[in-house]
């Protein structure tokens, strides 16, 4: 396990940090890493350390983006619902594929992907694989990548629990990446941020689920942003998602932790005004998490813009 810091070496490096945050967060960055990789673990204590009195991370360069769950949307006109959300200043669509197994639930599969891409040919695809076997999704989503000059334009996330048990992760990372796709690794709120740190380096996205995967009308949990604190701790350059019960009321807490990435449903979708909705919860991610100052910060933008 990581050494217990003593108070006069946590004041000091902290002291230290804050001299720049540039500083700071290399210097965070590579504590962190060369513990995590002499011992594989990481303590309580060092959670903590991350906390430091205040939630607010070092800022980082990832960009913000919002990706609206397509769950929450009318499913019949689904490509319809995703050109309104793109409109009103969504970066991404989040596109969760459930296979009734891993989830009660079912939504859609490969084949959906595949027809709406021939409607938001430019878009990026986060397709979220709540699949027992994510494994056997790979190529049939994969035929959902963009062509042209913006690449694939698609990432395919799965979850740590349905491989790491049956000791597959590994050949699934391998797998999404031969097939020309980014990859996502992503972990339900009871599964240890260690899970998240072993693959890190090899992973474009790391999803850090907020709520129960599958289960509706859920609130943010909010003791798993120290996850996101502890990975983009170790990771400054990241892509860090979070996902489910973000909306403008609980923007804050993960932008403050680190998150670059958020996946809003109904907090688009069943919003009064979506373009509103999108345009504050961008503003956070850039405030709390780039440290830009409020001319910097995206103009807040209305539906009937």
Known sequence: KLPSLSSSSSFFIFTSFAITNDIRSLVFSFVFRTSWRSHQTITPDFLSLLRFNHPKMPYHCCPAQIGPSVLDCDMASLASEAKKALAAGAKYLHLDVMDGHFVPTISFGPYVIQCLRNHVPDCHFDCHMMTSEPEKWVEAVAKAKATGDKGSQISYTFHYEATEPRGIT????????????????????????????????????????TVYPGKGGQSFIEHCM????????????????????????????????????????????????????????????????????????????????
């Open 170 to 209: 590994q050949e699934v990372i391998d797998k999404i990446k031969a097939n020309g796709m980014k990859v996502g690794l992503t972990i339900s709120p009871d599964t240890p941020v260690e899970a998240i740190l072993k693959y890190a380096d090899q992973i474009d996205v790391a999803l850090i689920m």
């Open 226 to 305: 120290s996850k996101v604190r502890a990975i983009r701790a170790a990771y400054p350059n990241l892509d860090i998602e979070v996902d489910g019960g973000v909306k403008p009321q609980t923007i804050d807490m993960a932008a403050e932790a680190g998150a670059n990435l958020i996946v809003s449903g109904s907090g688009v979708y069943k919003a009064k005004d979506m373009a509103e909705n999108i345009s504050i919860m961008q503003r956070s991610v850039e405030k709390f998490g780039n440290g830009k100052i409020d001319d910097e910060l995206t103009p807040i933008r209305s539906d009937n813009e």
